[in-house]
């Protein structure tokens, strides 16, 4: 709760004339695109992660149990490395408007090129479908565990099989199609590097540019806290639209949903929908780094700063990993001892990171380092003579605070999952048996949620490598990493110079991709 109540404290701090300020110029754009950008990606992200769940269960034609795993992959790249390749393959010398002016028989850019995909409508298209899989993954578990006895009974009711999607499947699924799609928000809202790159001045990119730029923490923290309001807004939002449906099975197993044999001609026309999204989020950009990896490889080799980087990457999220399971353990485990509604708010308090964009978490734990650091400055002068200078913030501990508070809610709610397997009678047993709280989770606990911890690991690892807002604001002078170089190479445009740390990333980001298909479609069934 730190860098949030210190965020609240700077932007009270700051000048009455300077809120007006920001209210008059740069507020209303900010407010008013960042509307227009969640519309819009809400409801892309809403149909494609639909109808692509409804497709691969709903039908069997060929391929599709490739493409039940694919449509994961987008996850693998983040929304600023789509943005980044979509800028050089979309460019009006680019190879799509090449070929195309080639096909149409025009020889330059001034006789016919595309809209600019620098505008709201590139960055909505672009990150609707990148950000799809939020809303496929729930809306697809529910499809696989809903009863084949109630599409048998609308069936009989005399509703088409086409009909059963909207008025069975599509009602029942609701609430997970809310979930994912207030999930897509969320890291739309986070996101600051493909809004900045098509020119879609948000209220996250408003922070950055107020903080950066302008050197302006206290205008920064009053828009902040304008974007935590924002979040509030999508939580009630998400949590009205699940409403109060609960559910209800009877006492034997139901048969699952079978999908739908049908012919060669729809069997094709339905591999190609499903297809086009995987293309386009994750096929298009990733072929495009490749290549422009290989050239780089091929005409300078290596850059001499890649292992550099790839050290920075890898031990900053190292060390914030181990942090965060560490507190997601003490967390998780807390609630667990001590189960109760104070246990339960607690619990919600300390994950609320995740909720919260990196900038704004970046400005407050900002605050509150900068704030540690100056204690612990003028102590050392005052007691020993000597200056400690930026402690956490020079060090690059602000950082790893960051990473723990923003991914938190991943290792707390992964560990939490996995703990909450195991009976409670085991913890009554091991305690009539003499062992202690701690003996207990040594021999009984850990043993048998190992697997759940270690995934919760991943997830909170490859998300730290790819967090740009955070790390861009608060890493130490001189220290880059594959998120920040990419960031940077594509301000100053060139492309070509960031390929290689851009395919890194998405080779990295593909790790938890593997962990979910692993899981299949048998360990989505009831």
């Known amino acids: 709760m730190l860098p949030i109540l210190a965020l609240v404290m700077q932007a009270v701090q700051g000048s009455a004339g300077l809120w007006s300020h920001l209210v008059s110029t740069i507020l209303p754009v900010a407010l008013l695109d960042t509307l227009i950008l969640l519309s819009g990606v809400g409801l892309i992200t809403a149909v494609l992660g639909t ?99 109630l599409v048998e009974a609308a069936r009989t009711l005399g509703i088409s099989r086409r009909a059963v999607f909207w008025h069975v499947a599509l009602p029942l699924a609701r609430p997970a199609v809310a979930v994912g799609v207030s999930l897509a928000l969320m890291e739309t809202l986070n996101d600051i590097g493909a809004s900045e ?47 109060k449906q609960r559910y209800s099975t009877g006492a034997q197993r139901n048969r699952a949903f079978e999908p739908r044999q049908v012919s060669a001609g729809l069997g094709l026309v339905l591999f190609i929908t499903v297809l086009l999204p995987i293309v386009v989020g994750f096929a298009a950009p990733a072929t495009y780094l490749a290549v422009e990896a290989w050239k780089r490889l091929e005409f300078a080799g290596l850059s001499a700063r890649f292992l550099g980087e790839a050290f920075n990457t890898i031990v900053l999220a190292t060390f914030a990993t181990i942090l965060t399971v560490l507190a997601g353990l003490l967390v998780s485990y807390a609630s667990r001892l001590r189960p109760g509604t104070t246990s339960s708010w607690l619990q919600r308090l300390s ?102 911890i270690t995934a919760a690991g991943l997830l909170v690892f490859v998300d730290c490598v790819k967090e740009l807002p955070a790390t861009l604001l608060l890493r130490p002078l001189n220290v880059e990493t594959f998120a920040t170089r990419l960031y940077g190479e594509a301000a100053r445009g060139t492309y070509e110079e960031a390929s290689i740390a851009a395919l890194s990333i998405v080779a990295i980001g593909i790790l938890p991709v593997i962990m979910l298909s692993r899981m299949g479609r048998n360990g989505l069934r009831p």
Not at 54 to 73: H, Q, S
Not at 102 to 118: A, I, N, T
Not at 357 to 371: E, F, H, M
């Open 51 to 149: 109808t692509t769940a409804w497709l691969v269960t709903a039908y069997a034609f060929p391929g599709r149990r490739v493409l039940e795993w694919a449509l994961l992959l987008p996850l693998a790249v983040p929304t600023y490395i789509i943005a980044y390749a979509y800028l050089d393959i979309l460019h009006p010398v680019g190879p799509v408007q090449g070929a195309i002016r080639w096909l149409l028989g025009y020889s330059s850019p001034r006789e016919f090129r595309l809209p600019d995909v620098r505008s709201m409508t590139g960055c909505i298209l672009l990150l609707g479908f990148v950000l799809y899989p939020y809303v496929y993954i729930p809306t697809r578990a529910m499809f696989l565990t809903q009863s084949a006895s």
């Open 197 to 243: 790159f098509l020119g879609v001045r948000t209220l996250t990119v408003s922070i950055y540019t107020t903080w950066i730029t302008r050197s302006d923490l206290p205008g920064a923290s009053q828009i902040a806290l304008s974007l935590l309001l924002v979040v509030v807004t999508l939580v009630a939002f998400e949590k009205w639209a699940r409403g």
């Open 351 to 452: 994950t609320l990171g995740y909720a919260a964009p990196g900038t704004v978490i970046a400005i407050g734990v900002l605050i509150v380092s900068a704030t540690a650091d100056r204690f612990i400055d003028r102590t050392a002068h005052a007691w020993f003579g000597v200056s400690t200078g930026l402690l956490f913030i020079g060090s690059g501990a602000a950082l790893l605070y960051a990473y723990t508070v923003r991914f938190l809610a991943i290792s707390a709610g992964g560990i939490d999952a996995g703990l909450a397997r195991i009976p409670i009678s085991f913890d009554h047993a091991s305690r009539v048996l003499g062992q202690s709280a701690a003996g207990t989770f040594r021999y009984v606990h850990l043993p048998l949620s190992k697997a759940a």
